[in-house]
């Protein structure tokens, strides 16, 4: 298992692990926020993590991804 991208918003790791998710690509979010009780604790961020055999692609992903974001955003 890898981390293909860490995140500081639980939004946008939710956001981005929905789009793995769609191209078929198995991720597991990892946080230390005690189950959500202490949110203030997870002060190593919000890690999307895949299989190694899948990191790559899961880059590819969230680049077109956050491309797409970034051109929504203009228009």
Known sequence: MAVVKTFLND???EIA???LHAA???VTI???????????LDLGGIQ???PD???DAARDVLTTAA???D???VQ
Request: glycine share 12%.
């Open 71 to 73: 051109a929504d955003d």
């Open 24 to 26: 078929g690509i198995e």
């Open 30 to 40: 990892h946080r230390d926020d005690g189950g959500g009780t202490y949110p203030s």
């Open 67 to 69: 491309e797409v974001a």
């Open 48 to 50: 999307l993590v895949v």
């Open 17 to 19: 692990a929905s789009a």
């Open 11 to 13: 939004a946008e790791a």
């Open 53 to 55: 055999a899948d990191l």
